[in-house]
């Protein structure tokens, strides 16, 4: 029995699903029409939801997601752009009846469908927890493709959980006695990709001093994920779509030809169909990869599971007993408002710097006031900064300032605390 029926505690409030229609009402298509109540992407490719011929539309011109506030139109990079009256748009919330125009192209948004259904329980699958319509049909699709042998793209922003859905992925796909390989194409020059990709001979460039086995060859049958896939370069990009296409590889520097048995998951936080749109990223990768897109939403747009994923994670982190005592009534409103751009890695860290320190150490004008939201990058910088130096703060009290028996209860190198102890000025 799969842990996706384990039940979680019980929501209250129904949930409203709109599916949305999208008509062509003038252009060479007119009289189209496509209705889903997942986002509906528009253009010429074969793999939009609603594809037109109409030459002078992109190949993924437009994407249309209904939501609770209207029905938000976003332009994927387009040449000809997508237009609203007489302003060109490229992300906007519109009404039903609205006409958008694409290329020589006009279409019109309705509410095909809208319905209230009863809130599904709250459900853990694979190491993930989620009561909102859209993620326990994530848990679905998940299952339902597991074992499928075809290319998985994984799509959302940074911190929604992508690599978590890998890793189910290949739990659930009867490949999990073998390897699951990791390879961050963002964090690697290319340089190295096409080594730590396909491996390398003894010899085949300087420093080259023995064999290496790449992320292919050690995967085996198991499963190759492919983090960050937008940043990889474009001569990587060729070598990977022929490797895709003929499901054979070689070591750089090598002469054999291995066979590819691994299934490939990507994953990436940018829309690759804009990329395509912009040259960025090549068509036909796209589509090798894309054979099933999974699309994890942002943590803002499902808050009512907050209270849900802050009682996982002080489960994960070792809480036993009751956590009101923690995340009373106000912290737990506080963070059902705040957006949540780092999604829910965010929210992890911030459980546990609450479970550490207090939730006082999440300072409201970081987190919770739209004025004061600084840039991610300095958000973060400061979340950290605040959190080190109150863990440290009491670390030491509680060590009564002996800096070998802080180390030893925070489990931290010693030269490392040392480190951080001058870094905030707090005396070693």
């Known amino acids: 029995m799969s842990d996706i029926e384990t039940q979680l505690q019980p929501r209250r409030e129904d949930q409203v699903v709109t599916t949305l229609r999208v008509d062509v009402i003038d252009g060479p298509d007119k009289g189209k029409t496509w209705s889903s109540s997942d986002a509906i992407s528009v253009g010429t490719a074969r793999d939009n939801a609603l594809t037109l011929g109409d030459f002078t539309v992109s190949r993924y011109h437009l994407e249309v997601t209904a939501r609770p506030g209207g029905i938000v139109v976003s332009d994927l990079g387009s040449t000809n752009g997508t237009f609203v009256g007489a302003v060109r748009i490229e992300r906007a919330t519109v009404p039903t009846g609205t006409l958008v125009r694409l290329g020589g192209s006009t279409i019109r948004f309705e509410d095909a469908e809208r319905r209230t259904v009863p809130a599904p329980s709250p459900t853990s699958f694979a190491g993930m927890v989620a009561s909102s319509v859209s993620m326990l049909r994530l848990f679905g699709d998940i299952e339902r493709i597991a074992a499928a042998p075809t290319s998985v793209l994984i799509v959302g ?231 080190e130096l109150a863990y440290l703060t009491r670390l030491m009290a509680e060590s009564g300032g002996n800096v070998s028996k802080a180390a030893r209860t925070g489990k931290m190198d010693r030269s490392h605390l040392i480190d951080l102890l001058q870094r905030h000025g707090l005396k070693a």
């Not at 490797?243 to 002469?255: A, C, I, N, Y």
Request: glycine share 10%; hydrophobic share 40%.
């Open 157 to 387: 922003e940074s911190g929604t959980g992508k690599e978590r859905v890998a890793e189910a992925l290949h739990a659930h796909s009867g490949r999990g006695a073998a390897p699951l390989v990791t390879i961050d194409c963002g964090a690697l020059p290319s340089s190295l990709l096409a080594s730590e990709l396909f491996g390398h001979e003894r010899g085949a460039f300087t420093g080259a001093d023995r064999t290496h086995p790449g992320a292919f060859e050690r995967a085996g049958n198991g499963t190759v994920f492919l983090d960050e896939i937008g940043e990889l370069p474009p001569a990587d990009q060729a070598s990977l779509l022929g490797v895709l296409e003929r499901r054979r590889f070689r070591r750089v520097g090598g002469t054999a030809d291995l066979e590819v048995g691994a299934r490939v998951v990507a994953a990436t936080n940018r829309d690759l169909r804009a990329e395509v749109n912009n040259g960025r990223f090549r068509h036909d990768l796209y589509h090798r990869l894309a054979v099933v897109v999974l699309r994890l939403p942002p943590l803002r747009e499902r808050r009512d599971e907050v209270p849900l994923l802050v009682e996982h994670f002080a489960r994960e982190l070792g809480v036993v007993g009751p956590i009101d005592h923690t995340f009373g009534a106000e912290v737990m409103a506080r963070w059902q408002r705040h957006p949540w751009p780092g999604n829910v890695r965010e929210l992890r860290n911030a459980v546990e710097a609450a479970l550490v320190v207090g939730p006082g150490v999440l300072d409201e004008a970081h987190v919770s006031s739209p004025d004061a939201l600084l840039p991610y990058k300095d958000a973060r910088a400061a979340y950290v900064r605040d959190f």
